[in-house]
T-cell receptor, first 116, second 114 residues
Framework: GAVVSQHPSRVICKSGTSVKIECRSL??????MFWYRQFPKQSLMLMAT?????????EQGVEKDKFLINHASLTLSTLTVTSAHPEDSSFYIC????????????FGQGTRLTVV | KQEVTQIPAALSVPEGENLVLNCSFT??????LQWFRQDPGKGLTSLLL?????REQTSGRLNASLDKSSGRSTLYIAASQPGDSATYLC?????????????FGKGTTLSVSS
């Protein structure tokens, strides 16, 4: 299957600082990337859909000014958590897929963010 | 709005048992359904992908079925092993919502004892 690489796998930051998470599709051009958030023992919740070259579409309740998404190329999307607070601590996972409706979705390894 | 439910939430079995994990979804308008495995603190590993036109998919000891009209899928694991211990997630790709993001269930956490 296709490979999606996500970095870093773990990050600890101080409250008020910003953190950038990268998501790369290594062997295919991903027209669409998705960012999910997962709380302990909970399901993955979609945060935003990122299309190359256009603004991300955010789900209801997700602050677009706090979670900045950039999808500058067909192989790279970034999520920046700005002015992070302890409540932003979570597991963030990216996914990449081709635009075809039946296409398989591939996921990164996830990033464990801890804000202290 | 599409909702995905997985039953049971947790399951403990002795090694060697065959087991079934259940997934149900409320809207049958889907493009496909995927089963994933997630180890603690890790990302997702895709196990099986079933297109809406298919009834089942098999990979090794895993077999997934799909009954789209009734909104159900099962993941059958044969001859379970301790290495199968993980959380198993079911996700559907809705066909009648904007975007192509997957909608996930909460998962079934499986523990296989030796």
């Amino acid at each position: 299957g296709a490979v999606v690489s996500q970095h870093p796998s773990r990050v600890i930051c101080k409250s008020g600082t910003s953190v950038k998470i990268e998501c790369r599709s290594l062997d295919f051009q991903a027209t669409t990337m998705f960012w999910y958030r997962q709380f302990p023992k909970q399901s993955l919740m979609l945060m935003a859909t990122s299309n190359e070259g256009s603004k991300a579409t955010y789900e209801q309740g997700v602050e677009k000014d706090k979670f900045l998404i950039n999808h500058a190329s067909l192989t790279l999307s970034t999520l920046t958590v700005t002015s992070a607070h302890p409540e932003d601590s979570s597991f963030y996972i990216c996914s990449a897929a081709l635009v075809e409706p039946g296409a398989e979705a591939f996921f990164g390894q996830g990033t464990r963010l801890t804000v202290v | 709005k599409q909702e995905v439910t997985q039953i049971p939430a947790a399951l403990s079995v002795p090694e060697g048992e065959n087991l079934v994990l259940n997934c149900s979804f409320t809207d049958s308008a889907i493009y496909n359904l995927q089963w994933f495995r997630q180890d603690p603190g890790k990302g997702l590993t895709s196990l099986l992908l079933i297109q809406s036109s298919q009834r089942e998919q098999t990979s090794g000891r895993l077999n997934a079925s799909l009954d789209k009209s009734s909104g159900r899928s099962t993941l059958y694991i044969a001859a379970s092993q301790p290495g199968d211990s993980a959380t198993y997630l079911c996700a559907v790709r809705p066909a009648n919502q904007a975007g192509t993001a997957l909608i996930f269930g909460k998962g079934t956490t499986l523990s296989v004892s030796s």
